[in-house]
């Protein structure tokens, strides 16, 4: 048997059981979400919240921006509160304080430690005990905690709405006056926060750990951190050092093959440009008006941070608020990388076989305004969401879902999906009958058109929860999306279009290119398939969940360990003729993409990834650390090295402005490593140690972020910000001065 069907075959036994297991435990997420209930009642018989008041405050949070403002269980935006975190906390204040005052006429603060303590366990007792009841699907709660509930409504009220003595707190939350317009809608909404909070505070049947395993870290409301969180990150560490180890075994193992013998001359120079190629220009002018925007809406967002409802004194929140501009930032993000590699892999298609299927040139203009409206549409969509000036079943299909990095309406991720589909057929069409004639590249385009339906296929994930669905359940799905196809499959296509590009170069050997990818494909799936379960650690799933994330997603960072040996190579290659100069930045764009491999996706990543320290860390600041470098650092850097690969084809004998794209590329990275270092990354860490020794509920409030100190750390961002800005206009400068400027043919210079 070949080496390359004995690893086809591992390829297909890693995907098929990884996906097993990952539909089993999902099917037990149905199974042990929190409940919801058909109401929730006070102990003396009073309907405090009814189960569909709880469904459509759900929508009401979702339609206000979700997961853009503040956070639930964790998961979404960091300038505002962790809701659930929040409500504990005064909830548990208020009980305490009203114990402590009917029974010792003083506020709680004011007793001695031996009565705080009886208060705070009888407090625990209280609020951890689980009361819903499956025969009747009710939840019943003590008349002091539907007291509770009624103080927290009008506190919340008066954030969301328009209450003047909250106008501060409400600007160091980026929350406009009357977010939330109808007092019904209100109300709603309170009752979600309660949900999600007892979810969080309330142990399962049978155990002594909440739906949420503890989290949010609250010594107070006896959230303290498991054995099993402790047990499962020591077995991650160990089986990350065995990882490692064996990674390292293997790799010294492997027989270095002859290189191929160099072209003397670039064979992309000979490329037939069909006509359909050249369509794809567009695609890049557009991807490059993406990322201006996209960098305009992250400065925009960075600042609300220091003036929450102003834009250095501008009153911009008054019609574009935070939640609008960082829903902006985050989905222009996702949606300029994801059209650079489409737009790639609509050029790679034909060009393999060197001329168009009918009708290709119409199906690729065909698809470029469908994704024009896909982005103009949602982002429309979106503010009026927001805006409320949407019903909640229309918010659902046209508006904000409230999901972190699926916050399209329904209709509009429909309406993608669609046109991911389209974007495959038109990758296969041309592929086909070079796969028939079984040349060499046989298997290394197979693998080329299954990451390619992976990404168009696994999106479809974001269409499996309804509008108001189980957020434990959402979130399942949700990490479908986000984990398996921006950081699953995309990591596939990346691997291999990037094979792909250095063997049609000359400088791999087609075999050499197919098994390095396939090998690179079963160890990156190995990890990365089950490693979607940790982000599911605290948001109501069954202990087993975090068992497995914990093992797995540790996997995730073995094959990074040998990043610098290809850097190394990458950029060995850079070097090895003369003519490859013309290629140096798209190559020094994938040694950068392995550079923010290693420190974005490696590093930051698995300092958040270990059960005990995601339980401080969830919902922080270090969580964005990792969001920006592992997502612009290495699929940013990657889309952009792509395009620069693709308008060297397309541009192929005009002299490149190296000084422009030194200057981007520089500017770029170090501007990202500013960013993150003098900003961010201290924010993160110093809201942990606030996590760690008060609980979650100070880490992320005002009182902590609002100190001087942290006002500092925040204005330091500007630096990094302010060079990565100026980087990536130059590189959208040179994409647009590449199609004006004619230039000196490469053959005079």
Not at 3 to 18: H, M, N, P, R, T
Not at 432 to 448: A, D, G, Q, W, Y
Not at 540 to 554: D, I, Y
Request: with cysteine; hydrophobic share 50%; net charge neutral.
């Amino acid at each position: 048997m070949s080496k390359e069907k004995k690893l086809w075959i591992a390829f297909g036994l890693i995907v098929s059981v990884s996906f097993a297991v990952l539909g089993y435990y999902g099917f037990e997420i149905y199974q042990k979400a929190p409940p919801m209930p058909d109401r929730i009642v006070s102990s003396d018989g009073r309907v405090v919240f009814e189960g569909q008041d709880i469904k459509d405050g759900q929508n009401v949070w979702q339609s206000m921006g979700g997961q853009e403002v503040g956070s639930i269980w964790g998961h979404g935006a960091y300038t505002a509160p962790d809701w659930t975190a929040d409500w504990l906390h005064r909830e548990a204040l208020f009980i305490l304080n009203y114990w402590s005052e009917d029974e010792y006429s003083i506020p709680y603060e004011n007793l001695g430690s031996e009565q705080q303590a009886g208060l705070e366990r009888r407090l625990q007792i209280e609020m951890r005990e689980n009361t819903y009841s499956q025969a009747n699907n009710t939840i019943t709660i003590s008349p002091i905690r539907a007291k509770a509930v009624e103080y927290l409504n009008s506190y919340y009220k008066g954030l969301f709405m328009e209450n003047p003595e909250l106008d501060e707190l409400r600007n160091n939350y980026a929350i406009p006056k009357n977010s939330i317009k109808d007092e019904t809608r209100m109300r709603q909404m309170t009752g979600f926060f309660f949900w999600a909070s007892w979810a969080a505070i309330t142990e399962r049947p049978g155990s002594d750990v909440t739906y949420t395993h503890n989290w949010p870290p609250d010594d107070l409301i006896g959230n303290k951190a498991t054995g099993d969180l402790l047990l499962w990150t020591g077995f991650s560490i160990i089986l990350l050092l065995f990882g490692i180890g064996m990674m390292i075994f293997y790799h010294a193992r492997i027989k270095e093959e002859e290189q191929p013998e160099r072209p003397v001359e670039d064979p992309l120079m000979r490329q037939t440009i069909t006509p359909s190629m050249l369509a794809v220009k567009k695609y890049l002018w557009v991807v490059s008006l993406l990322i201006l925007i996209q960098v305009t809406f992250g400065v925009i967002t960075a600042h609300y941070g220091v003036e929450g409802d102003a834009f250095y004194g501008f009153k911009l929140a008054d019609f574009l608020p935070y939640s609008i501009s960082r829903t902006w930032h985050v989905q222009l993000g996702i949606l300029w990388i994801a059209t650079a590699w489409l737009a790639t892999g609509l050029y790679i298609a034909p060009a393999v076989s060197g001329k168009d299927p009918k009708y290709q040139t119409f199906g690729v203009n065909f698809l470029f305004i469908c994704l024009l409206i896909i982005v103009l549409g949602s982002m429309a969509g979106q503010w009026m969401g927001v805006m409320q000036k949407l019903g909640l079943v229309e918010n659902f299909w046209f508006g904000h879902q409230g999901y972190e990095y699926v916050d399209l309406g329904r209709f509009w991720q429909i309406f993608l999906f669609i046109g991911l589909f389209v974007w495959l057929a038109l990758m296969v069409r041309p592929l086909l009958p070079v796969i028939r004639s079984k040349t060499s590249e046989k298997n290394l385009l197979i693998m080329f058109l299954v990451s390619s339906a992976a990404i168009a296929l696994f999106y479809g994930a974001g269409l499996m929860w309804g509008r108001q669905t189980n957020l434990a359940i959402a979130e399942y799905w949700r990490w479908w999306v986000v984990h398996l196809w921006v950081e699953g499959f995309f990591e596939v296509f990346a691997t291999v279009v990037s094979a792909f590009l250095f063997v049609r170069l000359g400088l791999l050997r087609t075999k050499t290119a197919t098994l390095s990818v396939l090998l690179a494909t079963i160890i990156f799936l190995s990890g990365g398939i089950l490693g979607t379960f940790h982000h599911l650690y605290f948001s109501g799933t069954p202990t087993a969940v975090m068992a497995l994330g914990a093992t797995f997603s540790a996997l995730e960072v073995v094959p990074l360990v040998l990043i610098g040996y290809e850097v190394y190579e990458n950029y060995m290659l850079s070097k090895a003729t003369q003519w490859l100069k013309d290629y140096k930045w798209p190559i020094y764009c994938l040694i950068s993409v392995a550079f923010w491999n290693f420190l974005g996706a490696g590093i930051f990543g698995f300092i958040i990834n270990p059960p005990i320290a995601l339980y401080y860390m969830q919902g922080l600041n270090t969580t964005a650390v990792h969001a920006h470098t592992a997502l612009f650092g290495v699929y940013g850097m990657l889309g952009i090295g792509l395009m620069l690969f693709v308008l060297r084809s397309l541009y192929r004998f005009k002299v490149w402005n190296n000084k422009l794209l030194s200057f981007s590329f520089w500017s770029i990275n170090i501007g990202l490593l500013l960013m993150v270092l003098l900003s961010v990354l201290p924010i993160g860490l110093l809201q942990t140690i606030a996590s760690v020794n008060e609980g979650m509920w100070y880490a992320r409030s005002a009182e902590f972020m609002q100190q001087p100190g942290m006002d500092t750390l925040r204005w330091l961002r500007v630096i990094g910000d302010t060079i990565f800005a100026i980087g990536l206009v130059a590189f959208v400068w040179f994409v647009f001065t590449m199609n004006r400027n004619k230039g000196i043919p490469i053959e005079k210079r």
